[in-house]
């Protein structure tokens, strides 16, 4: 049985498509049934007959390790020993088991329509994003790589549509990555708003089907898939867990973009490694200090809450925190809290429903099958505040937004984490400032280095003029 979603118009295509009217034309118009082609993707499924495709072995075998060739990452044997006699790979398992005894399937990637004017953005940049916005141009049409390096809140998905536009009108296929699901989900409607004639696919772990697109959002799981598929790939939060650590996540990125291609790395923390190459010149860097709204970036202010965990776990609520909520409570504007421990986190929503009973708000983790919606609750304004981990850190605007992050000295808050927690406040020109309160039982090097980090950025961003 011929499955799926989308006819791909060729003539091999009409050709399968008349050979099933002949035989059995009541039944395919009944059923509808219609061919997936996935340019640019390894498979475990063998096309139809008819279709272009490259066999390739999935597995390369040593004699003690197996290394997968979708994701390029080795196995022991004795780890991955299947009752048939074959291995399987489990590093890339969640996204169909890859074994030694089966095979992948490459469906060279086509050519691409020329597609001109394709950017329905109407605003305007400031004059250093414009600057970025050329670079980013020059980098998709010399095949290079570019590390975007700039402040939260810098208008960096904005100084993205000229390259993109101009990627599409030469015939390239272009995709944006995120380790982060949240972060491609915020990227989408935005994308399909600026580039409304283009059907736009989403892919994550949560998506819904795949359908052949010259312009694609997904998450770094799902660029294993691809392979030799992008002319332009762009990699938002580039330092973002998982993507980070995780040598098979990078090599979906290499895998997926074509020999002659351009990758453009976006984040507000770079890595020490990115930085490295940078040093090294095997990576170009431009910096962007500032937002766009000409404002400096917002400051934590340290507040020490004395056993704040202990209170918790104890059915208190510390009462440094009620004091800064009652705070945000007065100034009118809603408000994210920060928490290091899903427990601690919903212990904590228990004791303020108790206490803030004609307040609407609720808690969200990456556990949380309903976070998506949740956050799109937050950003209509149908909650006061909303209790948050880490989830939350990036790639998510909520406008005239402040913050607490409660234990900010927690380990899992790194100077990275707090730079981008930081970067959810003063994002919108209706509110450029907001207020950023760090609650902790003990300075961290971690809360000291972002503070400082975020004050560098503002020194720098007032010599070259780029804030009032």
């Known amino acids: 049985m011929v499955s799926s979603v989308i006819v791909h118009n060729t003539k091999e295509t009409e050709s399968m498509i008349n050979s099933l009217l002949t035989g059995a034309k009541e039944k395919f118009f009944k059923t509808a049934?219609?061919?997936?082609?996935?340019?640019?993707?390894?498979?475990?499924?063998?096309?139809?007959?008819?279709?272009?495709?490259?066999?390739?072995?999935?597995?390369?075998?040593?004699?003690?390790?197996?290394?997968?060739?979708?994701?390029?990452?080795?196995?022991?044997?004795?780890?991955?020993?299947?009752?048939?006699?074959?291995?399987?790979?489990?590093h890339c398992i969640e996204l169909g088991r890859v074994t030694s005894n089966g095979l992948l399937y490459f469906i060279p990637e086509k050519q691409r329509p020329l597609l001109s004017e394709t950017c329905r953005w109407q605003g305007t940049l400031t004059s250093a994003q414009s600057e970025i916005s050329e670079k980013i141009v020059r980098v998709i049409?010399?095949?290079?790589?570019?590390?975007?390096?700039?402040?939260?809140?810098?208008?960096?998905?904005?100084?993205?549509?000229?390259?993109?536009?101009?990627?599409?009108?030469?015939?390239?296929?272009v995709g944006i990555t995120s380790p982060r699901i949240d972060v491609c989900v915020e990227l989408y409607p935005r994308i399909c708003a600026v580039f409304p004639d283009i059907k736009v696919l989403l892919l994550h772990g949560e998506s819904g089907d795949y359908f052949d697109s010259t312009l694609v959002i997904c998450t770094t799981h799902q660029l294993l898939r691809f392979y030799q598929a992008f002319d332009v790939l762009i990699v938002d939060e580039v330092d973002a867990f998982p993507f980070v650590n995780e040598k098979v996540l990078h090599a979906g990125v290499k895998n997926a973009l074509k020999d002659k291609a351009a990758l453009i790395y976006l984040t507000a923390?770079?890595?020490?490694?990115?930085?490295?190459?940078?040093?090294?010149?095997?990576?170009?860097?431009?910096?962007?200090?500032?937002?766009?709204?000409?404002?400096?970036?917002?400051?934590?202010?340290?507040?020490?809450?004395?056993?704040?965990?202990?209170?918790?776990?104890?059915?208190?609520?510390?009462?440094?925190?009620l004091k800064v909520m009652t705070e945000f409570f007065a100034d009118g504007f809603?408000?994210?809290?920060?928490?290091?421990?899903?427990?601690?986190?919903?212990?904590?929503?228990?004791?303020?429903?108790?206490?803030?009973?004609?307040?609407?708000?609720?808690?969200?983790?990456?556990?949380?099958?309903?976070?998506?919606?949740?956050?799109?609750?937050?950003?209509?304004?149908?909650?006061?505040?909303?209790?948050?981990?880490?989830?939350?850190?990036?790639?998510?605007?909520?406008?005239?937004?402040?913050?607490?992050?409660?234990?900010?000295?927690?380990?899992?808050?790194?100077?990275?984490?707090?730079?981008?927690?930081?970067?959810?406040?003063?994002?919108?020109?209706?509110?450029v400032d907001g207020k950023l309160y760090f609650l902790h039982d003990g300075k961290s090097q971690a809360m000291l280095a972002a503070r400082d980090e975020i004050k560098r950025m503002n020194c720098l961003a007032r010599r070259r003029g780029l804030i009032r």
Not at 151 to 161: I, N, P, S, W
Not at 336 to 358: A, N, Q, R, S, Y
């Open 334 to 431: 809603p408000f994210l809290i920060f928490c290091p421990v899903i427990e601690w986190m919903k212990t904590l929503t228990k004791l303020l429903k108790k206490v803030f009973l004609e307040k609407s708000f609720t808690a969200v983790s990456a556990l949380d099958k309903e976070r998506v919606e949740k956050v799109q609750k937050m950003r209509d304004g149908h909650y006061d505040f909303l209790l948050t981990t880490n989830i939350l850190e990036r790639g998510v605007t909520f406008p005239k937004i402040s913050v607490i992050v409660l234990g900010a000295n927690h380990r899992i808050f790194t100077k990275a984490a707090l730079i981008q927690i930081s970067g959810r406040v003063g994002r919108s020109r209706k509110r």
């Open 269 to 321: 923390t770079p890595t020490n490694d990115l930085i490295r190459d940078v040093q090294k010149k095997r990576l170009e860097m431009v910096t962007l200090p500032a937002r766009f709204h000409k404002s400096k970036l917002v400051v934590p202010k340290f507040y020490w809450v004395n056993k704040w965990y202990q209170l918790i776990e104890n059915g208190k609520i510390p009462k440094r925190l």
């Open 33 to 90: 049934y219609f061919i997936i082609m996935e340019y640019g993707r390894r498979v475990l499924e063998k096309p139809a007959d008819d279709v272009n495709f490259i066999q390739m072995p999935s597995m390369i075998e040593g004699k003690d390790f197996i290394q997968c060739v979708r994701c390029e990452q080795y196995s022991k044997k004795c780890e991955v020993y299947l009752p048939s006699g074959a291995y399987f790979c489990p």
């Open 141 to 173: 049409n010399h095949h290079s790589k570019l590390l975007v390096y700039a402040v939260t809140g810098a208008g960096k998905t904005e100084m993205l549509f000229r390259g993109i536009e101009a990627a599409l009108s030469q015939g390239k296929r």
